[in-house]
């Protein structure tokens, strides 16, 4: 076993990277540029970082193959949260962004093949709809929930032990020696401050989600296929629900699983950790939490109609109450009215990608819970009809009409009307 405080990689058997090619790093580079993002703490965006593509690429190839590459400090952003307090979202610099994407290009494919068939965050193929349709699905079978979420995974993850984790599917020492080197890596704040870390790989990091996969692989999946296999769950890096048949298992588990965390030196969030009863037309005991929020929708009973046209309840997602109000603010935040010189067609280039994104994620599961938040978007354009026209002023009855009969012109211009959502 390694001892504590020794490096994980040997450094006799360093040696140059096998493989690594300047395609390679250029492969590497086009997969951050998808993935944009914001300059690190020197500055440099990624439009600058290519006005000398060449020469900064052949520069981490180098010094990443030679085994001399250092990571610079990462930028500490703090990010309010909307149930209060700051979140802190490290940013590294673009050229550091491009060599953790050159070791994930090369590590992920060694652990993506062990994760757990219901962990779905970050990873390929995979998404927050899987976990929200396979967690529907069991709602119907498992009376209980245990809803819990992980206090700061990102920030408070072990490095000896996620060290150990990575240690076991890997031996190659320079992919040891790299991640080593970035979970040590600084902070630098907006001051410039540096602070040193012992614990946590950044959220905004490229290798990150792939590290905490792979700790909470085996912190919490396969300790779950070990001690209660017969409670399925579904995760999502550190958002997960775990399905019980009874509130005397849910509660033991719970117990469990709070210990297990501990002891991985992690801790449950006590206001997001919680039990819950699925109630819908078949189970009707009374219990005091009959609801819960999972990935930005809803789990609660609803009264709708079944596949035979009955109207009855059932326990199903629907957009959450926090998510449609965010989108909302988000729509007024876009001032749409205040765009009086454009025409409408802008309008629309404006914010469908924002409308067509959110509709995509939040109409799969109970479409008609989304209305209310579109029609936002209708009275936003009413509005703007009659910043923009004289004839409309005052009235806002004629601006509806005009709506109306532009939406049936023109049932494509907007991401909502095109989903029939029209004024």
Same mark, same amino acid.
């Given at each position: 076993?390694?001892?504590?405080?020794?490096?994980?990689?040997?450094?006799?058997?360093?040696?140059?990277?096998?493989?690594?090619? &300047?395609?390679?790093?250029?492969?590497?580079?086009?997969?951050?540029?998808?993935?944009?993002?914001?300059?690190?703490?020197?500055?440099?965006?990624?439009?600058?970082?290519?006005?000398?593509?060449?020469?900064?690429?052949?520069?981490?190839?180098?010094?990443?193959?030679?085994?001399?590459? *250092?990571?610079?400090?990462?930028?500490?952003?703090?990010?309010?949260?909307?149930?209060?307090?700051?979140?802190?979202?490290?940013?590294?610099? %673009?050229?550091?962004? %491009?060599?953790?994407?050159?070791?994930?290009?090369?590590?992920?494919?060694?652990?993506?093949?062990?994760?757990? %068939?219901?962990?779905?965050?970050?990873?390929?193929?995979?998404?927050?709809?899987?976990?929200?349709?396979?967690?529907?699905?069991?709602?119907?079978?498992?009376?209980?929930?245990?809803?819990?979420?992980?206090?700061?995974?990102?920030?408070?993850?072990?490095?000896?032990?996620?060290?150990?984790?990575?240690?076991?599917? @890997?031996?190659?020492?320079?992919?040891?020696?790299?991640?080593? +080197?970035?979970?040590?890596?600084?902070?630098?704040?907006?001051?410039?401050?540096?602070?040193?870390?012992?614990?946590?790989?950044?959220?905004?990091?490229?290798?990150?989600?792939?590290?905490?996969?792979?700790?909470?692989?085996?912190?919490?999946?396969?300790?779950?296929?070990?001690?209660?296999?017969?409670?399925?769950?579904?995760?999502?890096?550190?958002?997960?629900?775990?399905?019980?048949?009874?509130?005397?298992?849910?509660?033991?588990?719970?117990?469990?699983?709070?210990?297990?965390?501990?002891?991985?030196?992690?801790?449950?969030?006590?206001?997001?950790?919680?039990? %819950?009863?699925?109630?819908?037309?078949? +189970?009707?005991?009374?219990?005091?939490?009959?609801?819960?929020?999972?990935?930005?929708? @809803? *789990?609660?009973?609803?009264?709708?109609?079944?596949?035979?046209? +009955?109207?009855?309840?059932?326990?199903?997602?629907?957009?959450?109450?926090?998510?449609?109000?965010?989108?909302?603010?988000?729509?007024?935040?876009?001032?749409?009215?205040?765009?009086?010189?454009?025409?409408?067609?802008?309008?629309?280039?404006?914010?469908?990608?924002? &409308?067509?994104?959110?509709?995509?994620?939040? @109409?799969?599961?109970?479409?008609?819970?989304?209305?209310?938040?579109?029609?936002?978007?209708?009275?936003?354009?009413?509005?703007?009809?009659?910043?923009?026209?004289?004839?409309?002023?005052?009235?806002?009855?004629?601006?509806?009409?005009?709506?109306?009969?532009?939406?049936?012109?023109?049932?494509?211009?907007?991401?909502?009307?095109?989903?029939?959502?029209?004024?």
């Amino acid at each position: 076993m390694v001892q504590k405080g020794y490096p994980f990689y040997n450094k006799k058997r360093l040696g140059r990277v096998p493989k690594m090619t &300047v395609d390679i790093v250029m492969s590497a580079f086009k997969r951050v540029k998808e993935n944009r993002g914001s300059a690190g703490n020197d500055g440099q965006d990624i439009k600058e970082f290519e006005t000398n593509l060449k020469g900064n690429l052949y520069k981490i190839w180098n010094r990443m193959s030679s085994g001399s590459y *250092f990571p610079p400090p990462v930028r500490l952003v703090e990010i309010p949260k909307k149930t209060g307090g700051k979140r802190g979202l490290g940013i590294p610099t %673009v050229g550091d962004r %491009v060599a953790q994407m050159v070791v994930k290009m090369y590590f992920e494919p060694k652990v993506e093949t062990i994760f757990h %068939v219901d962990s779905d965050g970050y990873r390929p193929n995979k998404s927050a709809l899987d976990a929200i349709g396979q967690a529907r699905k069991r709602c119907w079978k498992y009376d209980y929930v245990i809803e819990f979420d992980i206090k700061g995974l990102f920030d408070n993850i072990d490095h000896e032990l996620l060290m150990r984790a990575v240690q076991k599917h @890997t031996r190659e020492s320079w992919i040891l020696m790299y991640i080593e +080197r970035w979970l040590k890596a600084p902070f630098i704040n907006s001051v410039g401050h540096k602070i040193r870390r012992s614990s946590g790989t950044p959220q905004g990091g490229v290798i990150s989600p792939v590290l905490a996969n792979l700790f909470m692989h085996y912190a919490f999946d396969m300790w779950m296929e070990r001690t209660v296999p017969s409670a399925p769950f579904e995760r999502y890096a550190d958002d997960a629900i775990i399905h019980c048949k009874t509130e005397s298992e849910a509660v033991d588990i719970l117990g469990k699983l709070n210990q297990r965390l501990k002891d991985c030196k992690l801790e449950l969030h006590p206001k997001k950790t919680k039990i %819950v009863y699925c109630k819908d037309k078949d +189970r009707m005991k009374e219990y005091p939490i009959t609801e819960f929020d999972f990935l930005g929708y @809803t *789990f609660r009973r609803i009264f709708i109609k079944d596949r035979l046209g +009955r109207l009855q309840f059932n326990f199903l997602p629907s957009v959450s109450k926090k998510s449609a109000k965010d989108f909302r603010y988000k729509i007024k935040a876009m001032r749409i009215h205040s765009f009086t010189g454009s025409k409408i067609e802008i309008i629309a280039e404006m914010i469908n990608p924002t &409308v067509r994104g959110w509709l995509n994620y939040f @109409t799969k599961y109970n479409p008609s819970a989304v209305k209310y938040s579109i029609d936002c978007i209708n009275r936003r354009l009413v509005k703007w009809a009659m910043c923009k026209y004289k004839r409309f002023r005052g009235r806002r009855t004629r601006a509806e009409k005009w709506l109306k009969e532009l939406a049936k012109r023109e049932p494509k211009m907007f991401s909502h009307w095109a989903l029939g959502m029209i004024p």
